[in-house]
């Protein structure tokens, strides 16, 4: 007996551990493919991945940040004087702490750029597994969901030149939405909420682009919960987030506030306008479209099809393109917005999750399309 005891007292020490592992593991598979992928093996990561247009003024931050301590203000340029940074403001406070760490084993601008991005892609695909964990997904396919999450083509096709929009917290902003608009009927849902808050409170921290959205997101979600099940308790629930991105956000753009109020905005902030939203929408047909080199020639006959045709204001729209997987899943999610297919057929007893994830898949679009509501919104509102 004593041998029985001892073997099930090593199965439960291996299990404690197995999660963990499987995370370290998913965490070297992203490296690996990102190394191989990338051909990384003989390249200088001291050089920036990308060394034009905004990787320059992100460069430029991060080495403020570690010539300074932080990015606020540059004394190194606009001389006389010195550069207030913080009168630009591309907060991304919670990114920049985590760079500031890498800071600490160099002092290379490019290596923390190039370091930070190649960590944010393990984050994403972390971020990912746990939130469908949540959803009750099995593991194996969450690990594998989260792998091909971080190899989005958005992720590669904005890679450093745009670092500000690094989408790791993402993941846990949408796992909080589903879970209020499903009237926060999940049993883990105490521990999803703590979570979440935490996540809210990080966005808040950094780029607003992500804050904005997980803002309208969690007020719609609470619409629908309303109205589907009279939740009040999922609108108290979207009212703290909401309130926590809010409050957060406010904190971390008070360098920039208190920099308007004693030296004025800079001319060149002005440069937005409510047009921009119907030539930088985005376009289903580019988010569903598949790249022209697909191996597959069917599919790859049809994006370079695509590509001949020469459609109008294709420009920085072409980087939302979801690859084949997040494609497949968008579809299925605006057939089951319209009850062209029955949830509770693809989702069994996951039914109402994927009635929440459908109806805040099809508001998101609404709102981003070329001729949405955003684009009502940047003219009564703001431009950006």
Not at 221 to 246: D, E, F, H, M, T
Request: proline content about 5%.
């Amino acid at each position: 007996m004593d041998w029985l005891l001892l073997g099930k007292n090593k199965l439960i020490n291996i299990r404690k551990f197995a999660g963990p592992l499987l995370y370290a593991l998913q965490a070297i598979s992203v490296l690996v493919i990102a190394f191989v992928s990338f051909r990384l093996a003989n390249y200088d990561l001291r050089v920036p991945f990308n060394y034009t247009g905004d990787s320059v003024v992100i460069l430029m931050f991060i080495k403020g940040l570690i010539l300074n301590g932080w990015t606020w203000d540059i004394p190194q340029l606009s001389a006389p004087y010195g550069m207030s940074a913080a009168a630009f403001p591309l907060m991304t406070s919670f990114d920049w702490m985590i760079m500031k760490g890498l800071s600490l084993f160099t002092s290379e601008p490019g290596l923390v750029l190039n370091l930070f991005w190649l960590l944010t892609m393990v984050f994403s695909a972390w971020s990912a597994a746990v939130a469908l964990g949540f959803l009750g997904v099995h593991r194996a396919v969450s690990l594998v969901a989260g792998v091909l999450y971080a190899f989005l083509p958005y992720a590669l096709l904005r890679n450093v030149a745009h670092l500000n929009l690094v989408y790791y917290l993402v993941p846990f902003l949408s796992l909080l939405a589903i879970h209020i608009a499903s009237g926060l009927r999940a049993a883990n849902g105490p521990w999803v909420r703590r979570v979440m808050y935490a996540a809210c409170l990080a966005q808040g921290f950094n780029y607003i682009y992500f804050s904005f959205f997980a803002v309208l997101l969690f007020g719609f979600a609470a619409a629908y919960a309303y109205v589907n099940s009279r939740s009040r308790a999922a609108v108290k629930v979207a009212a703290v987030a909401i309130g926590l991105i809010i409050g957060a956000t406010a904190i971390n753009l008070a360098p920039s506030f208190y920099s308007w109020h004693k030296d004025g905005k800079p001319p060149e902030m002005g440069y937005k306008h409510p047009a921009e939203a119907e030539i930088f929408g985005a376009k289903i047909r580019r988010m569903i479209a598949p790249h022209k080199d697909n191996p597959v020639p069917i599919i790859g006959k049809w994006g370079q099809a695509d590509i001949s045709v020469g459609y109008p204001n294709e420009n920085e729209n072409v980087t939302a393109r979801l690859g084949l997987a997040g494609a497949a899943g968008f579809l299925l999610l605006l057939l089951v917005s319209l009850r062209l297919v029955r949830p509770d057929e693809v989702a069994g007893d996951k039914a109402d999750t994927m009635n929440s994830l459908a109806a805040l898949t099809l508001f998101a679009v609404l709102v981003i399309t070329v001729g949405g509501f955003g684009a009502i919104f940047n003219l009564a509102v703001a431009p950006d």
